[in-house]
């Protein structure tokens, strides 16, 4: 039986938080001195955000844990989405240059570098994912750290959502159809050994680029990303049953979200709040386009998308003109 274990604390001092979270999951059994690491924060905007990216303490922390141990760290994000900035730009705006330089850690732009598609039935459908090469065959350890944070369209985004910032095709945008299979494909094709989540500020009412921040000073971590999510998820008070790339993992075999068969280091309950997810008009026709490739070529791929986006600027509420206007600028 899997011996799945998960850590859960308010911060006060995020050093020792860091360690004592990385020690109770057994970080050691995964790393080894020889290992190459990876690390995967949430870098979907170009620059730190409350409750929308990944602190960049946090993982300043990690990295410190990291580097007396690892044969090789790496820090790795990929082009954001639709051609609005790029990884690197996300890296200046993080500060994780003068970061990596301290901690000997390296930067790598997941969407300059070589890649390859992968192919596999996952809950009786057949999906494709693209998938850069160094993750398939270089990486002994892949670290997600997420942001605590809710999702308009797939309710949560955490430790598995956070890979799909691994697919280095900038258009990704297109291929969100089985959305929700082609994450738990890439769950199980790069096996994240260790899941951390920020909690320093956590997402409600909207995400993933924008909604109420909330102080909630949390760090959690667990041995498997399904665990991780699971809890991360119920702590956000939202039943698991309403994410369906959780369920879908379960289902494939990458983890349990029973929470009952994982060892604490204590009482999560204690923790939870009570997160929603609120939809705007425009999310109701985003959903159309997360459900049709076709309809996500015609909005984002071809000579008819100027008009439809004209017609989409007069649906934005205040916060995604606040949003568009801060990613057009950079």
Not at 40 to 67: M, S
Not at 69 to 88: W, Y
Not at 192 to 215: C, F, Q, R, S, W
Not at 301 to 326: A, M
């Amino acid at each position: 039986m899997t011996d799945y274990r998960a850590y859960i604390t308010k911060i006060s001092n995020i050093q020792s938080d860091i360690t004592q979270s990385l020690d109770f999951i057994n970080w050691k059994d995964s790393v080894q001195s020889d290992s190459t690491v990876f690390i995967k924060p949430n870098f979907t905007y170009p620059f730190y955000k409350e409750g929308i990216t990944t602190t960049p303490l946090v993982l300043k922390e990690i990295l410190g844990v990291l580097k007396d141990r690892a044969d090789r760290v790496i820090v790795g994000e990929s082009n954001g989405g639709n051609h609005s900035f790029t990884a690197d730009a996300a890296f200046k705006g993080h500060g994780m240059p003068d970061i990596c330089r301290d901690t000997g850690a390296e930067l790598v732009n997941l969407s300059t570098i070589p890649s390859q598609y992968v192919e596999e039935i996952i809950v009786g459908k057949r999906v494709k994912v693209q998938v850069p090469n160094l993750l398939i065959d270089d990486v002994d350890c892949f670290i997600s750290v997420p942001v605590l944070k809710v999702h308009a369209m797939t309710t949560t985004t955490l430790s598995m959502k956070n890979l799909w910032g691994c697919y280095p095709d900038t258009m990704r945008c297109l291929h969100h159809k089985y959305l929700s299979r082609k994450l738990t494909l890439l769950t199980k094709i790069i096996n994240p050994k260790l899941a951390i989540i920020d909690g320093t500020y956590a997402l409600n009412g909207h995400g993933p680029m924008y909604g109420e921040a909330v102080k909630s000073d949390l760090l959690l971590a667990s041995n498997n990303p399904v665990v991780a999510d699971t809890l991360g998820t119920r702590i956000m008070g939202i039943p698991i049953s309403h994410v369906e790339h959780i369920m879908f993992a379960e289902k494939e075999g990458l983890g349990t979200t029973k929470l009952d068969n994982v060892q604490f280091n204590d009482g999560w309950k204690q923790y939870q709040m009570q997160f929603k997810v609120k939809k705007t008009v425009l999310d109701q026709f985003s959903r159309i386009l997360f459900n049709s490739e076709c309809m996500a070529k015609l909005v984002m791929d071809s000579p008819f998308k100027p008009i439809i986006y004209g017609i989409g600027t007069k649906l934005r509420n205040k916060e995604e003109e606040n949003v568009s206007s801060q990613i057009s600028q950079q």
